[in-house]
């Protein structure tokens, strides 16, 4: 009987460890992502080779999928004005691995 509450045991610790990779990191493991943290530098790096000027850029928090067609949704504020704030969406392509193109627009007019 002991040999039998063993197996048990043991194929209930293989289930487990199989499955606690999908539970960590979630069954699209094939997607690479970035952090949205990393995102907004790329962005500063954009506006700044385009305006001149280093801008504040804030992509939110949660780590972005490298997926061609993405859109992120970025707050952008200057350096004079910190509290006027601009909606910029930028959209993600030529995805490969961790590499990727971002076209960011920043919105004419400031959020309300």
């Not at 509450?5 to 610790?13: G, I, N």
């Not at 997607?31 to 385009?50: C, M, N, P, R």
């Not at 997926?67 to 350096?79: P, Q, R, Y």
Request: glycine share 8%; hydrophobic share 40%.
């Amino acid at each position: 009987m002991p040999t039998r509450s063993r197996t048990a045991l043991t194929t209930a610790a293989a289930a487990l460890m199989l499955a606690l990779p999908f539970a960590l990191f979630g069954c699209s493991a094939g997607t690479a992502t970035i952090s949205s943290g990393d995102f907004a530098k790329q962005v500063t790096t954009l506006l700044e080779k385009q305006v001149g000027q280093t801008p504040t850029v804030d992509c939110g928090s949660a780590a972005i999928p490298l997926v061609n067609g993405t859109v992120v949704h970025c707050d952008i504020s200057s350096a004079t004005d910190p509290t006027t704030i601009y909606d910029s969406t930028s959209t993600i392509s030529n995805v490969n691995g961790g590499d990727f193109h971002i076209d960011t627009k920043v919105a004419d007019q400031p959020k309300s």
